[in-house]
């Protein structure tokens, strides 16, 4: 299902008016000026400074005289994204440019392709902002996770230029040193720094490029004039390297590297496949047309930086800006900085299981296996049990962020954590190993079961299982001391681990592959798990949940009990108790949508339409206002764009057509009469649904394998 092209008739201001391009891996922002330059921001998954930032690669300009850009009698900007694909088009008297430019979907290179009626003069700028040793300022070190005392200044290193040939500008950032030893130190965690490889130090991300017939000219431009011209950026990315080695081997990917004309078709070929797999587009009705558009272009993000070395980052993603909100800063900034806050990352994940967008769900589940050694060691060092827990914003190597672990040691042991955010909020890995049962329902993948889910889920239960040594008079776990997320702190028996550790241990138990006795320690374990926290009220004979057994204090904006919805998906369509679930929604005491937060998904999965649609609308048509490609999502809490804004939408959409639970597939559980769609989605046991919805009636499903059309329960939409 082929999304629309996106077209702007005119050139854009800054970055700000910026189209993106990846291929899961590398990423550019591309925007087109007046002044008669293209310009390019490069991001890659990969590119963490020796601050444990994620960071540009660096940027350039491709800058044409005559300029095209001004006073021109035509103007287009194309983004295509059913080929991962722009096109700029200019015509000026007699000058009519045309210039394609992709990043190949199967080798870090990006190809740039021009083409002119009369000779012009092309010029190869790079734009590098990293020229020198700079100290960050309070802001820009907030953003950094190493600093162990909030007095400290910490400073990043500048880019190196290279020089291979006349017609080629290279360069590369070399991380000479590292916040990880000092980290781990900091955290009660040194002895680890013998055991396993800095991840930063020595890392050398760059990128060269080249440009066939130009010229150099001073160490960091390219001229030539000519009719046409072709340049290509090769990315690369090596840790433990020393500069030498990364020119070496830069030098011998450029004797490697594809041509524009090879790589082409096998470009084509993957975003073909991609788009093939699956789609949403709603073919009428109110907002029908931006609410596709969101759903498809936020897809097409997710496949321009899904496929990396780290999961995608939250807050910007690989797409970060010059954007002046919070100062005057580069690229190179993002609000919250370097870490992974579980609650926001996961929100770009849940959606790729309905689209069948799989290899894009592994780099999350590689991040949390790598940093599982850390998290093992963490527990033992300070709690002197076994198991493993995960910070709720950690580092992509598995340790707090210093700040939040706290500047000050004076009087504490290792294990106190001075944010009470995040002091006792553990919970994410309760929700990875849901997102992970997911997986494995709709893969049946048995080499993800062994290396990623089984081997999370048996430390991560352990944990639990040994963490909390008080019962209460039933002999059930007091969870004590906890917190239920972030905006309850103080609490007993918080109920998104009860309902969590409910729903993933049930669900590990019907799997046949694990051992008898980690079967045996999950059924203990959830035997010991006190009710889901909730009030009777028996005259009006309803159920109420609640945020905890026992709570007190608010500090942030979360809707706690609508964790059993979702994602933990207690309650809900074709559920017991439909009823509780649908009075939590109503009475939820935070109500609003926009970043990270959930109304509209719940909505969908209690079968509330008419919520979920005026949810999901409003998200695909008013959050979109600062920055012109509409899927760069203003940002409500952290950074532009915001992913997991995004993430909500598709989320939302897919729970609105499709809902599995229980070897059951319920379509359109909350669909709107008023939208005709043509869908194509996955559900579990590799099953895809393709069907027509015409004024709330099916007029065309087909369901493969076959025999899946007998679990299945439609619904009349509203």
């Known amino acids: 299902m082929k999304p629309s092209n996106l077209i702007w008739d005119s050139p854009s201001a800054d970055s700000a008016g910026s189209m993106p391009l990846g291929n899961g891996d590398l990423s550019a ?41 001004d006073g021109f009698s035509d103007f287009s900007q194309t983004l295509d ?39 012009i003069q092309v010029t190869v700028q790079l734009n590098l902002w990293r020229r020198e040793t700079k100290s960050l300022d309070v802001k820009e ?26 017609d080629s500008l290279a360069w590369y950032h070399h991380n000479e040193s590292s916040v990880w030893q000092a980290t781990l130190e900091h955290q009660g965690l040194g002895s680890l720094k013998d055991s396993q490889p800095d991840p930063l130090l020595h890392r050398i991300f760059g990128a060269t490029i080249n440009a066939t017939g130009f010229q150099r000219q001073e160490n960091d431009k390219l001229i030539t004039n000519a009719t046409a011209f072709d340049i290509h ?21 450029l004797t490697v590297a594809p041509s524009a004309a090879s790589a082409w078709t096998a470009h084509a070929n993957w975003w073909s496949n991609f788009w093939e797999r699956s789609g949403i587009e709603i073919v009428s009705g ?49 609000r919250w900085g370097g870490a992974y806050w579980f609650q926001n990352t996961r929100l770009q994940y849940w959606p790729l299981l309905n ?22 060691e963490r527990v033992r060092k300070y709690f002197s049990h076994a198991g493993a827990f995960f910070p709720e914003t950690m580092t992509f190597w598995g340790t707090y962020l210093n700040g939040n672990y706290g500047y000050d040691r004076e009087g504490h042991n290792s294990s106190y954590i001075d944010n009470n955010y995040i002091k ?52 059930k776990i007091l969870f004590k001391p906890a917190a239920a997320l972030e905006t309850w702190h103080d609490v007993v028996n918080p109920l998104p681990e009860i309902a969590g550790l409910n729903t993933v241990i049930g669900r590990l138990l019907q799997i046949d592959q694990i051992s008898a006795a980690d079967a045996a320690d999950w059924r203990q374990l959830k035997a010991m798990l006190p009710p889901i926290p909730h ?39 074709g559920k017991p108790e439909l009823q509780t679930g649908l009075d939590a929604y109503v009475t939820r005491p935070f109500k609003g949508t926009g970043g990270w937060r959930q109304d509209a998904i719940q909505a969908a999965l209690l079968g509330l339409t008419e919520e979920a649609q005026s949810l999901v609308t409003k998200n695909a048509t008013e959050f979109s206002t600062f920055c012109r490609f509409p899927a760069f999502w203003d940002t409500t809490y952290d950074w532009i764009p915001d992913e997991d804004h995004g993430g909500v939408i598709m989320i939302a959409l897919q729970r609105m057509l499709i809902q599995t639970d229980d070897g059951k597939i319920h379509l359109l559980p909350a669909w709107p009469k008023q939208w005709d769609v043509k869908f194509k989605l996955l559900a579990p046991a590799n099953t895809k649904i393709e069907g027509e919805v015409r004024a709330g009636k099916i007029v065309a499903l087909k369901v493969v394998p076959e025999h899946r059309i007998q679990d299945l329960i439609i619904h009349e939409a509203k």
Not at 244 to 251: F, L, N
Not at 360 to 374: K, W
């Open 424 to 475: 006792y909020y553990w919970s994410g890995a309760i929700e990875l190993l849901n997102l992970g049962l997911d997986f494995y329902d709709f893969t049946h993948d048995e080499k993800f079961l062994k290396n990623s889910l089984l081997k999370l889920a048996v430390p991560i239960l352990r944990f639990y299982l040994e963490h909390y040594p008080c019962r209460d008079d039933d002999g």
């Open 355 to 376: 689209s069948g967008d799989f290899e894009m769900v592994m780099p999350l589940f590689h991040m949390y296996c790598d940093a599982l050694p850390l998290a093992e």
């Open 141 to 166: 070190n907030n953003c950094a996770p190493g600093m162990c005392s909030k007095d400290e200044i910490q400073t990043i290193g500048p880019d190196t230029i290279v020089e291979f040939n006349h």
């Open 29 to 69: 922002n591309v925007w087109v000026q007046r002044d008669g330059r293209i310009r390019f921001y490069l991001g890659k998954t990969d590119a963490w400074d020796e601050l444990g930032r994620l960071v540009k690669v660096g940027a350039f300009d491709i800058c044409l005289m005559p300029n095209p850009f």
């Open 535 to 573: 009030r009777l009220f028996y005259w009006e004979k309803r159920t109420e949940l609640i945020p905890a057994e026992q709570y007190n204090k608010c500090f942030n904006s979360e809707n706690v009990v609508l964790y059993a919805i979702f994602p933990y998906r207690l309650y809900g369509i």
């Open 286 to 334: 109110p907002s029908a047309e931006k609410v596709t558009e969101a759903y498809a272009l936020q897809r097409f993000v997710i496949a321009c930086h899904g496929r990396g070395a780290y999961p995608m980052k939250f807050n910007g993603g690989i797409f970060t800006m010059d954007v002046k909100i919070d100062g005057d800063y580069n690229p190179d900034y993002r």
């Open 233 to 253: 950026i090769l990315a690369l990315t090596q840790v433990t390297a020393t500069p030498g080695q990364w020119q070496d081997t830069m030098k011998h990917l």
């Open 81 to 119: 994204p059913a080929s991962g694909c722009i096109t700029v088009k200019a015509v000026r008297e007699r000058l009519e440019l045309v210039a394609k430019i992709w990043i190949d979907a199967n080798s870090s290179t990006i190809f740039i392709e021009g083409k002119s009626s009369v000779p």
